[in-house]
C-alpha cells in the first residue's frame, strides 16, 4: 500500500495505523498548525488518527484493516498546507 | 413481537442478549468492532495468535464464559458488528455499515455503549507516543503491539497498574508507574473498596508484581509536561516532595479513570444527571436500567462499573425489557440477588472513583499554550479567555460555541471533562454549574456516501 506516494508493506491483519507507525514516527501533521500527531485512543472514539483512504474516504487508522493496494493520504488533497 | 434493539456489544450487551435469547427473543446486536468484548473483554483477531489467558490473568474465565455464551445464542440473534450507530430518530437507531444507512425500528433499545478514558492535558500531550491506558491496552489485544519500547504510565486510575502488567508481560519496559493520587487517598477509600475483597486484593497484587519486577511506581505526583521533537523523548513530573524529577520514555500512557459513552442516551431523549464522585454526567435510570420510552442502558455507558458490574446490569435490564413487554417476572428469587451483587460493585467501583481522584485542580497550572481541544487545536489561554472576556462564558456549551472546543472529530470526548473542570475553577463555581457539553448527531463521523446511498431498513427477526 502506499501513504501519501510511498510504497510500504503491511502484514495481514494489521491496522492502518500501524503499518503507518511501523514506517514513520506520526500519521499526519495537524491541519491547523502542522503539528504531528500519531493516534491517541486507538479505539475509535478521538479521531487523530484521521487519514484520507483512496483520495476521498476519511476514516480513523486505527479502525481500518490494512488492505493490498491502499491508496493513503494524510491530508486531503485540496487543503492547503499550513 | 417485541423489536429489540441492543447497541454494544461488550460484555453488558453480550449478557443482556444471551438472556434475551435465552427467553426465546432475537434481539439485533449493533456493535461498531468486528468482534464483540467491547473494551475489557475485547476478543484478539484468530490470526494474531495472542495468549489472552496470560494476558487477562483470573479474568480469563468470566471472559471466556461470556463469549462461549454469546456464540451459541448467535444463530438465534441478528448480531451484526461493523455498524456503527450515529444518532436515534423516533423509536429507530439510525446506523451505517459498510458505507451504506441502515434504519432499525425497536419497541425496546438497550444502550450498553460503554466508557472510554477520562484524560486531562498536560503540555505535550499531543506529541507521537503519548496515548491513553485504554490504547495501550487495545493495541496489545488487537495487534500484539506495544505504544513504544520504554514506557511511562501516568494519571489517576487502577488500570494504570493493569496497564503496566500487561505491557511488561508482553515483554515491554516500564519506565514508571506515576499515580497522582498520594497513598493516603487509597487508604481513606479503604472501606467502600473492602466491599470486593477479591477485587481490592488483585488491584494490591498488580503493584506487588510491579514493584517485585522492580519497576518504579511514584504516588503523589504532578505531571509537569511531556518532552520530546517529534515524539515522545522524557516525561518532567513533580514528585510527591514537589522536586522536578524527569524520567527518559519513547511512549507514555495516560488515564484518568472512565468517561461513560452517554451520547446516544442523551439523543433517545434520556435525562442525564451530574454524578458527584465520578464527577460527570450519566443517563437517569432506575436500579434495573431503565430510562423511559422504552430506552434502558446497562453497563459503563449507564454508570462506571467494571465488567462484572456490566454483565450484572446488563442481566438485568434484558429482565425488565422482559417484564415491561409481556414476560412474566422470574420467580426464583435470582433478581435480588443480581441486584445486590451488582450495588456491592459498583459501591467498590464508587470506592475506586475515591481512591483514584481526578485532579482537576492542577489545571490552574496549564500554561495557557497548552492545547485542551485535540481536534481543533484550541489552547487554555482560549478558553481561558471566553471565560474571562466581556459576556464571558458561563458555562461549558458558551465556551464550546466561542472557541471551538468540542466541535471537532471526537465531539468532545477528549476535552470536554478538561473544559468543563477549567470553566468551573475560573468561574470559582461547582463543576455541577457549568455543565456538560451537549450532544450532536451524528455522534461518530459518517461518511457522505452513505447518506446517498439507498437506506437500508433492518427487519427484524421472528
Known amino acids: 500500500m502506499s501513504v501519501d506516494g510511498v510504497m510500504i508493506d503491511a502484514h495481514h491483519g494489521q491496522s492502518v495505523l500501524t503499518a503507518i507507525l511501523q514506517n514513520a514516527g506520526k500519521i499526519r501533521d495537524?491541519?491547523?498548525?502542522?503539528?504531528?500527531?500519531?493516534?491517541?485512543?486507538?479505539?475509535?472514539?478521538?479521531?487523530?488518527?484521521?487519514?484520507?483512504?483512496?483520495?476521498?474516504?476519511?476514516?480513523?487508522?486505527?479502525?481500518?484493516?490494512?488492505?493490498?493496494?491502499?491508496?493513503?493520504?494524510?491530508?486531503?488533497?485540496?487543503?492547503?498546507?499550513? | 413481537m417485541t423489536r429489540i434493539v441492543i447497541i454494544g456489544a461488550g460484555p453488558a450487551g453480550m449478557a443482556a442478549a444471551i438472556e434475551l435469547a435465552k427467553a426465546g427473543l432475537s434481539p439485533v446486536v449493533i456493535d461498531e468492532s468486528p468482534r464483540p468484548g467491547g473494551q475489557a473483554y475485547r476478543k484478539p483477531p484468530a490470526e494474531l495468535d495472542l495468549d489472552i489467558a496470560a494476558l487477562l490473568g483470573r479474568e480469563?474465565?468470566?471472559?471466556?464464559?461470556?463469549?462461549?455464551?454469546?456464540?451459541?445464542?448467535?444463530?438465534?440473534?441478528?448480531?451484526?458488528?461493523?455498524?456503527?450507530?450515529?444518532?436515534?430518530?423516533?423509536?429507530?437507531?439510525?446506523?451505517h455499515s459498510g458505507g451504506r444507512l441502515e434504519g432499525l425500528r425497536y419497541d425496546a433499545l438497550l444502550l450498553a455503549t460503554g466508557a472510554v478514558d477520562r484524560v486531562l492535558p498536560a503540555k505535550g500531550w499531543t506529541l507521537p507516543g503519548v496515548y491513553t491506558l485504554g490504547a495501550a491496552q487495545t493495541l496489545l489485544k488487537e495487534q500484539g503491539a506495544l505504544i513504544g519500547r520504554r514506557i511511562v504510565f501516568f494519571g489517576s486510575s487502577p488500570l494504570l497498574y493493569l496497564a503496566a502488567?500487561?505491557?511488561?508481560?508482553?515483554?515491554?519496559?516500564?519506565?514508571?508507574?506515576?499515580?497522582?493520587?498520594p497513598f493516603s487517598g487509597k487508604i481513606r477509600a479503604l472501606g467502600k473498596l473492602m466491599s470486593s475483597k477479591r477485587t481490592l486484593s488483585q488491584g494490591l497484587s498488580y503493584?506487588?508484581?510491579?514493584?517485585?519486577?522492580?519497576?518504579?511506581?511514584?504516588?503523589?505526583?504532578?505531571?509537569?509536561?511531556?518532552g520530546g521533537e517529534g515524539g515522545v523523548s522524557r516525561i518532567s513530573f513533580l514528585d510527591r516532595r514537589g522536586a522536578l524529577q524527569h524520567i527518559d520514555c519513547d511512549a507514555a500512557a495516560l488515564g484518568y479513570g472512565l468517561r461513560s459513552e452517554t451520547q446516544l442516551a442523551e439523543l433517545a431523549g434520556c435525562e442525564l444527571a451530574y454524578h458527584d464522585v465520578f464527577r460527570q454526567n450519566f443517563p437517569k435510570a432506575d436500579a434495573d436500567g431503565r430510562c423511559g420510552n422504552g430506552v434502558y442502558v446497562a453497563g459503563d455507558g449507564a454508570l462506571i462499573g467494571g465488567a462484572h458490574a456490566a454483565e450484572l446490569s446488563g442481566r438485568l435490564a434484558a429482565i425488565a425489557i422482559l417484564a415491561d413487554h409481556g414476560t412474566a417476572p422470574r420467580q426464583d428469587g435470582s433478581i435480588p440477588a443480581i441486584r445486590r451483587q451488582l450495588e456491592r460493585l459498583r459501591r467498590f467501583q464508587e470506592g475506586l472513583a475515591s481512591a483514584f481522584s481526578l485532579?482537576?485542580?492542577?489545571?490552574?497550572?496549564?500554561?495557557d499554550d497548552v492545547t485542551m481541544c485535540r481536534c481543533e487545536n484550541v489552547t487554555a489561554g482560549e478558553l481561558r479567555g471566553a471565560i474571562r472576556r466581556n459576556f464571558g462564558a458561563k458555562e461549558v456549551n458558551r465556551v464550546k460555541a466561542y472557541t471551538r472546543c468540542g466541535m471537532g472529530r471526537c465531539q468532545g470526548r477528549y476535552c470536554?471533562?478538561?473544559?468543563?473542570?477549567?470553566?468551573?475553577?475560573?468561574?470559582?463555581?461547582?463543576?455541577?454549574?457549568?455543565?456538560?457539553?451537549?450532544v450532536q448527531?451524528?455522534?461518530?463521523?459518517?461518511?457522505?456516501?452513505?447518506?446517498?446511498?439507498?437506506?437500508?431498513?433492518?427487519?427484524?427477526?421472528?
Request: proline share 7%; aromatic share 6%; hydrophobic share 45%.
Open chain 2, 416 to 438: 470536554g471533562i478538561a473544559a468543563a473542570e477549567l470553566t468551573a475553577i475560573e468561574l470559582g463555581v461547582t463543576r455541577a454549574e457549568v455543565g456538560q457539553l451537549r
Open chain 2, 165 to 181: 502488567l500487561q505491557c511488561k508481560k508482553m515483554g515491554g519496559e516500564v519506565a514508571a508507574v506515576l499515580d497522582t493520587n
Open chain 1, 30 to 82: 495537524l491541519e491547523f498548525n502542522g503539528e504531528p500527531r500519531a493516534g491517541f485512543c486507538l479505539m475509535g472514539a478521538c479521531c487523530d488518527c484521521w487519514v484520507w483512504i483512496d483520495g476521498c474516504r476519511g476514516t480513523r487508522a486505527c479502525r481500518e484493516p490494512a488492505r493490498d493496494g491502499m491508496v493513503i493520504s494524510t491530508r486531503p488533497s485540496d487543503f492547503p498546507r499550513p
Open chain 2, 359 to 367: 485532579p482537576f485542580h492542577g489545571l490552574v497550572d496549564l500554561v
Open chain 2, 441 to 462: 448527531a451524528p455522534i461518530k463521523p459518517l461518511p457522505v456516501s452513505a447518506v446517498f446511498a439507498d437506506r437500508a431498513d433492518v427487519e427484524h427477526a421472528h
Open chain 2, 207 to 226: 503493584i506487588a508484581r510491579l514493584k517485585a519486577a522492580g519497576v518504579r511506581i511514584e504516588n503523589g505526583v504532578k505531571p509537569v509536561e511531556i
Open chain 2, 60 to 95: 480469563y474465565q468470566n471472559y471466556a464464559r461470556l463469549h462461549a455464551d454469546f456464540a451459541a445464542v448467535m444463530p438465534q440473534i441478528d448480531y451484526r458488528p461493523n455498524t456503527t450507530a450515529f444518532d436515534i430518530g423516533d423509536n429507530e437507531v439510525l446506523a
